[in-house]
């Protein structure tokens, strides 16, 4: 596709449930950024993967979130025993490489803890 | 700690009207900044960029920028608005460590028809 895309567009989840969530990248780039848009908190930055790689997971909140990418391609953002406090949008974003190039956001992931 | 602030959390402007929003960063080294519009129901999207050289930008839909290295500052202007700019705008540098985005807490901008 053109895009970033993402899935699912909504999840919403019982607390303690574990949920995937999906990112496609642009073809082609390869970096990829995980971030996470929640009231009062902005934007805020959990992972980059740089192809398959991600060398630092130390933006992650806590230790339920993890997140892999295969084939340089696709990424996954696993939360386990989710808490409300996890509500929020999950963005994607992918450049072509990483640092200072553009990255194009994908719609994002808008989960719901009940 | 490296930093981008957003002045404004909600701007109300009648259309025609004039904009800017204010952007300041904290962090060294080299700058890379970006203005995003996030319109209602849809994705973060680039309005414009500054990597290097002319200190003033232009970007789509009629904004543009300036870079003011002595200010810290990237301020978003626009000569006059419609409603269609009715949206969130986001303030963001590359000054993460793994060159991701450090994004300012946006600015809700109304325009009134």
């Known amino acids: 596709g053109a895009g970033v895309s993402q899935s699912p567009s909504n999840k919403v989840t019982e607390k303690g449930k574990d949920v995937e969530l999906r990112c496609d990248p642009i073809s082609g780039h390869t970096a990829l950024y995980w971030y996470r848009q929640s009231l009062g908190q902005g934007l805020e930055f959990l992972i980059y993967?740089?192809?398959?790689?991600?060398?630092?997971k130390s933006g992650l909140p806590s230790d339920r979130f993890s997140a892999e990418r295969t084939g340089g391609s696709v990424s996954t953002l696993t939360i386990q025993r989710t808490q409300q406090e996890d509500s929020a949008v999950y963005l994607c974003?992918?450049?072509?490489?990483?640092?200072?190039?553009?990255?194009?956001f994908g719609p994002g992931t808008r989960l719901l803890v009940l | 700690a490296q930093s981008v602030s957003q002045h404004n959390h909600h701007v109300i402007l009648s259309e025609a009207a004039s904009l800017e929003l204010g952007c300041n960063y904290s962090y060294g080294g080299t700058v890379n900044l970006f203005w995003y519009v996030q319109y209602p129901g849809q994705h973060l999207q680039l309005l414009l960029k500054?990597?290097?050289?002319?200190?003033l930008v232009k970007g789509i839909k009629g904004f543009e920028a300036e870079f003011i290295k002595s200010k810290f500052s990237f301020n978003l202007r626009k000569p006059s608005v419609q409603w269609s700019d009715t949206a969130e705008y986001f303030c963001?540098?590359?000054?993460?460590?793994?060159?991701?985005?450090?994004f300012g807490k946006g600015t809700k901008l109304s325009v009134k028809p």
């Open positions: 500054y990597f290097s050289g002319d200190p």
């Open positions: 993967f740089q192809g398959n790689s991600a060398p630092d």
């Open positions: 974003a992918s450049s072509l490489t990483p640092g200072a190039e553009t990255q194009y």
């Open positions: 963001a540098g590359t000054g993460g460590s793994q060159g991701n985005l450090i």
